[in-house]
T-cell receptor, first 111, second 114 residues
């Protein structure tokens, strides 16, 4: 069973705000929600992590509603260099609470 | 700090050949992981090592073996390579096993099995 569900792809233009929503209906009480970014021919890179409400860092914001069954990654004013695959992960108890990557969301930023 | 390093960067094998992919981290992390990524797909966990001296199977362990040589190094071995193992292999490390800790990834090894 898939642990998280994300859109397969999204398109945006430079300067716009992009919101990518992830569904995780079966999230466990102790699970955190983590987002990674992957550029072509590179390994994934950590973006942001949260447990509830809102988290913000220099790269993105993460919004988590009270029921924690979904989360939204917000990228402000994207640029061409933000074109990448974005993965939403929660801890997977099948593997001792290790992270499990789904297919991710391909974000294409156009000029 | 180099972070997570992997060797080789590229490798071409013939069906039935064996090889070992090397991974090392210099961040004093306890946990290490091996993933594979097929074209257009997400990463799938092959094996992981929560701490030195322990290894466990992930989602797709068949056809692979691993060795946690010491705290720094975690190798992945293909005993008899098959075309289905053509993929990009990523190694990652994590301070402590668990979803609250960031995983740091290496640059990957691109393996082609003919």
């Amino acid at each position: 069973l898939a642990k998280t569900t994300q859109p397969i792809s999204m398109d945006s233009y430079e300067g716009q705000e992009v919101n990518i929503t992830c569904s995780h209906n079966n999230i466990a009480t102790n699970d955190y929600i983590t987002w990674y970014q992957q550029f072509p021919s590179q390994g994934p890179r950590f973006i942001i992590q949260g447990y509830k409400t809102k988290v913000t860092n220099e790269v993105a914001s993460l919004f988590i509603p009270a029921d924690r069954k979904s989360s939204t990654l917000s990228l402000p004013r994207v640029s061409l260099s933000d074109t990448a695959v974005y993965y939403c992960l929660v801890g997977d108890r099948r593997y001792g609470n290790k992270l499990v990557f789904g297919a991710g969301t391909i974000l294409r930023v156009k000029s | 700090n180099a972070g997570v390093t992997q060797t080789p960067k590229f490798q071409v094998l013939k069906t039935g050949q064996s090889m070992t992919l090397q991974c090392a981290q210099d961040m004093n992390h306890n946990s290490m992981y091996w993933y594979r990524q097929d074209p257009g797909m997400g990463l799938r966990l092959i094996y992981y090592s929560a701490s030195e001296g322990t290894t466990d199977k992930g989602e797709v362990p068949n056809g692979y073996n691993v060795s946690r040589l010491n705290k720094r190094e975690f190798s992945l071995r293909l005993e008899s390579a098959a075309p289905s193992q053509t993929s990009v292999y990523f190694c990652a490390s994590q301070p402590l096993a668990g979803s609250t800790d960031t995983q740091y990834f290496g640059p990957g090894t691109r393996l082609t099995v003919l």
